[in-house]
């Protein structure tokens, strides 16, 4: 079973960066694909970012493009996100997200459907 535990959460100013870090556990990271999802308040959980299994592809969603960066160690199974010029639209819980490797299926559409969560961090920007 995999196990996922994100931290680095906080609360910061506009304009801050702030990077959140995921450890995975139970599974060589070499074969997840991992990824970032968020959720507003009273919004539905959306996703932020995600990298192939071996962390050389990225892949954002449109509103973080330029600002935040996604990173993987496999060597310490890792996932870091990398978030800067915050906003207050990004307030929101982030959950650290993986899935099993898949090798017939895009690391995009995999990573859509995960097989693991963490148990989520709040990021809080404001003023």
């Known amino acids: 079973q995999v196990q996922l535990v994100e931290s680095g959460g906080g609360l910061v100013q506009p304009g801050d960066s702030l990077r959140l870090s995921c450890a995975a556990s139970?599974?060589?990271?070499?074969?997840?694909?991992m990824g970032w999802f968020r959720q507003a308040p009273g919004k539905e959980r959306e996703f932020v970012a995600a990298?192939?299994?071996?962390?050389?592809?990225?892949y954002y969603t449109d509103s973080v493009k330029g600002r935040f960066t996604i990173s993987k160690d496999n060597a310490k199974n890792t996932v870091d996100l990398q978030m800067s010029s915050l906003k207050p639209d990004d307030t929101a819980v982030y959950y650290c997200?993986?899935?099993?490797?898949?090798?017939?299926?895009?690391?995009?559409?995999?990573?859509?459907?995960?097989?693991?969560w963490g148990q989520g961090t709040q990021v809080t920007v404001s003023s």
């Open positions: 997200a993986a899935a099993d490797y898949d090798p017939l299926n895009s690391y995009r559409s995999t990573i859509m459907t995960p097989d693991y």
């Open positions: 990298c192939s299994w071996n962390g050389v592809n990225h």
């Open positions: 139970g599974r060589a990271g070499s074969s997840l694909v």
